[in-house]
């Protein structure tokens, strides 16, 4: 994130340099009073869940044989350490909400074209935005500060300058429900990894948590649609034109393309390079998407929905694979929370999966990390998503909620 | 646009199909109690402002030598007749504001993604999208008219099954004014070509009005930004991808590629068929282009923007080049409205150009098509336009600027 003076990276060597003039987001900021002090890690490409770069490996401080994510990993420990009080990341896959799942701080990935991004990244950018809407958003240790995060920004009415933006007044946890119920979706499993047993815990926690609540709670279940299908197009769409400029920066400066970088490239690598009408294509895909998960999520009925953020406790270094909880909210541009719970993950062996067969190869890959890694003291989050542009009523229901859900 | 039952094309033969339901647009207009009862002609691939297709050509009703204008000629000159109330066209370079204009109606391009576009031309569609917004709108006799429509579409709240439409409530015409008096700019020429006489007249009419005007209005001057720039942009945008699939589709026919049809993909021929990235270019350059703008607009301190609709009056048949005046506002996805004056084309002769050099060969060009042409009895409108996403502030300001625009 351009910062004055500063130097930005994407996570390699060869991209690095200083910048002379705050971005637009960062101005906001500066404007409203902030103090900047420290810019943190983040991974090789800022494209995975380990924030593992030329800066060296950032571990999470409840248990430093685990990843505190990416690509904010920097920044989450750091929060979750109480270094510090507030950080801002981008999102295109999960990479504000996995860091602070996986160090269990708040993190709200807001619907695309809220908040200003313009002069982000160095280099040109990616296509990938033509199909997967990026963003950034807040982290934090609290609810409350991701309001008035919010809040500054759409007070300095940012779309004046950037009519990319949505035109969009912030009323966050102030915004007013309608009459009835909140009406809360719970999906359990997205149909193709089943959450590992801590995260099964939390969601659990959470379910029991609001049916218990008085009558201004509905709880019911929520059916996933097509989620493996999304995120592996997400995936394809990241990265459009294929890899050979990121091996090119990489041999520049003699760093290694490292095994997660390997990962998160290779539906990409394994697809043809699409034109232009094949990258038109995969934004025709995107859009039926939309379209058909406006008819499920009507269908199912609910204000918002309560997931997983990530199918299990923070993965041991190196092991961060399937980011399908987060990305599929990207590729809907729905906005989405992640919220701490009082769950922490237990000594090695004293919580196991419930009955039954694996969903799916990586599912099964999921239970054998499980089984090999020791998550003890892992805290675990829960994501919150609303439709949409819904950004407001999803923090007016997170308000409804939070006494309920252990909210700050 | 599709309606249950009814044949759709794209202005050629090949693409001729019938539908079986309602698009949502046409949806949302029957269940308010729509009659519909005749759809019109169009140009070859919709792309060109003369509609002249396999069903025959469309004349203009105030002088058969001239074009009614396109895509939506055959509505516009229906409306100019008296022989509907009301129609709906899209516009992704002027194909409803260029008809508008020729004929003498109303016309509004909204903001793009405010009205539901979902299954609107047959086919697979087009990246053009991906860098040129493409929106629907209305045409009609009256700026009242307009207003009843764009409210019968935000009531039916479009949006809950549509995710990638804006969530806009429609204000429009009771939008409440900001303090102080409405600053009108007045864009005399793009900068590129010299408004033809009758053009030129018709926007002297509008700024004496205004100036005539109580202190409601401060009447500006707006300065034209790179316009020809942006709309060879545009132009290429169109076919990202070249005109193969166009002329197979003809010659599977035996329908005659169009001179106008060669017009309109001339700069798309000259240009290579873009990559992946190059579409990502595409889209960047715009992104550009919109910020340069903002900061144009705000520099000039104008709350509505007056501008000619066309460069001319209606062109004679196979003339009608240049869109240059609307398409600027589809790359800056802009909302605009044309609007009818008293102001019509005297006969052969009596109207010359003001003194001085043309601006550049395309004006050179349309110098000569006034002086080949007889334009006796074309009415001229003009266009007012504000910011993107200002759509509700564009008809709160037609409304305060009704009185002295002899605005119905």
């Given at each position: ?21 705050d ?5 906001v900021?500066?404007?409203a ?55 801002v990341?981008?999102d295109?896959g999960g ?8 160090c ?25 935005e ?28 940012p ?18 429900a ?33 049916q218990?609540?008085a ?6 279940a ?17 990265f ?18 490292q ?11 394994a ?26 999520w009507a ?18 270094h190196?092991?961060?694979f399937y ?13 989405a929370?992640?919220?701490p ?21 990586e ?6 990390l ?10 675990i989050?829960i ?16 308000e ?9």
């Open positions: 994130m351009p910062l004055a003076q500063h130097a930005v990276d994407v996570g390699t060597l060869d991209s690095q340099r200083v910048v002379q003039g971005c637009p987001a960062v101005a900021l500066r404007a009073g902030a103090v900047f002090y420290c810019k943190t890690n983040q991974p090789q490409f800022v494209m995975h869940l380990e924030s593992a770069s030329f800066h060296g490996r950032t571990l999470n401080p409840h248990n430093t044989a685990l990843t505190a994510g990416g690509s904010s990993g920097g920044e989450a420990a750091l929060l979750a350490m109480r270094g510090s009080v507030f950080g990341g981008s295109i990479s504000i909400r996995a860091p602070a799942a996986f269990g701080v708040y993190g709200f990935k807001p619907t695309s074209n809220v908040l200003p991004r313009r002069d982000g990244l160095p280099g040109a950018g990616s296509p990938a033509m199909t997967v809407p990026a963003t950034w958003g807040p982290m934090s240790r609290s609810l409350r500060d991701m309001d008035l995060f919010m809040g500054v920004f759409a007070a300095a009415r779309w004046r300058e950037d009519p990319r933006l949505s035109i969009a007044p912030w009323t966050g946890l102030t915004t007013a309608g009459g009835g119920p909140l009406k809360v979706g719970f999906m359990m499993t997205d149909g193709a990894i089943q959450p590992q047993p801590p995260v099964a815990r939390a969601m659990e926690w959470a379910r029991t948590q609001l218990g609540a009558g201004g709670v509905e709880v019911k929520f059916a996933p649609l097509r989620t493996q299908e999304a995120t592996r197009n997400a995936r394809i769409a990241y459009p034109y294929g890899v050979d400029e990121m091996r090119a920066s990489l041999a520049a400066s003699g760093e290694p393309f095994a997660l970088s390997d990962y998160s490239v290779q539906d990409a690598e697809s043809p390079t699409p034109t232009a009408q094949g990258l038109f294509a995969l934004s025709r895909t995107k859009e039926q998407f939309w379209y058909d998960w406006a008819a499920h269908a199912q009925d609910v204000d918002v929905l309560v997931c997983p953020a990530f199918y299990g406790a923070a993965p041991r190196e092991t961060a980011w399908n909880y987060t990305a599929l909210f990207n590729y809907l541009d729905m906005p929370a992640v919220l719970t009082p769950v922490v993950a237990g000594p090695k062996g004293t919580e196991r999966y419930a009955e039954g067969e694996p969903l799916s190869d599912c099964e890959h999921a239970r054998r499980w089984d090999e890694g020791d998550f003890e003291g892992a805290p989050c994501q919150v998503v609303a439709p949409r542009q819904r950004d407001n009523e999803l923090f007016g229901a997170l409804r909620l939070s006494n309920y859900l252990n909210v700050e």
